[in-house]
């Protein structure tokens, strides 16, 4: 079975600052699909940036970018300039490319922008 | 185009009851999924439907059960519930059943089990 795990449960940073959030994973799998969600106070789960594994050019997405490396399983997000709205839980997920539609999440990330 | 919209946002329920939770897809998506998020925790699978069959379950006991309709909304029943059920339940909406990957979530319903 696949697992996620996020060894930072919570950082802090100034506002502008970058912020380097850290996840690895555990698959036998060769072809999968990795995430970034975002959770504000709001609830709603809100999709970062994808990276999926046969492509071994980083994904980035304005001030998000990740720092895939397929041979250490690990999955870094980094988010440039951050802003106040940055604020927020920040999950890592894994999914298969088969099978059901199921996403496998990190503990998660408590992400605190301070003015 | 609607976003995915869950209800209710809170409810309160006393063990050995039942709760049914509804969810509507994003206009378009034909694929549902249920998520349980304990507090502080991330979200864990319970199961997946597409076109009102279920394909895909998590490490979830029978009494959590599904349907999804024809117009692709869809109910999360629990029965007998625990106090351990206590947690947000994320309803997402995709395209369809192959796995490229986004995922669309409502804001979810917060249950308390008293």
């Known amino acids: 079975a696949q697992t996620v795990t996020q060894s930072q449960p919570e950082m802090s940073v100034q506002e502008a600052e970058t912020v380097t959030l850290s996840c690895t994973y555990d698959?036998?799998?060769?072809?999968?699909?990795l995430f970034w969600y975002k959770q504000p106070p709001s609830r709603q789960m809100i999709l970062v940036i994808r990276?999926?594994?046969?492509?071994?050019q980083n994904a980035t997405e304005n001030r998000f970018s990740v720092n895939f490396q397929k041979a250490a399983k690990s999955f870094s997000l980094k988010i440039s300039d951050s802003q106040l709205g940055d604020t927020a839980m920040y999950f890592c997920?894994?999914?298969?490319?088969?099978?059901?539609?199921?996403?496998?999440f990190g503990q998660g990330t408590r992400l605190t922008i301070n003015p | 185009e609607t976003g995915v919209t869950q209800s209710p946002t809170h409810l309160i329920k006393t063990r050995g009851q039942q709760v049914t939770l509804r969810c509507s897809s994003q206009?378009?998506?034909?694929?549902v999924s249920w998520y349980q998020q304990a507090l502080g925790q991330g979200p864990q699978f319970i199961f997946q439907?597409?076109?009102?069959?279920?394909?895909g379950r998590g490490n979830f006991p029978p009494r959590f059960s599904g349907l999804q309709f024809p117009n692709y909304s869809s109910e999360l029943n629990v029965n007998a519930l625990e106090l351990d059920d206590s947690a947000l339940y994320l309803c997402?909406?995709?395209?369809?059943?192959?796995?490229?990957?986004?995922?669309?979530f409502g804001e979810g319903s917060r249950l308390t089990v008293l």
């Open positions: 997402a909406s995709s395209w369809d059943r192959q796995n490229t990957g986004e995922l669309f």
């Open positions: 698959t036998s799998e060769n072809n999968y699909y």
């Open positions: 990276q999926e594994a046969y492509k071994q």
């Open positions: 997920a894994f999914m298969n490319t088969w099978g059901a539609q199921k996403l496998v």
């Open positions: 206009s378009g998506h034909n694929t």
């Open positions: 439907y597409y076109r009102e069959e279920e394909n």
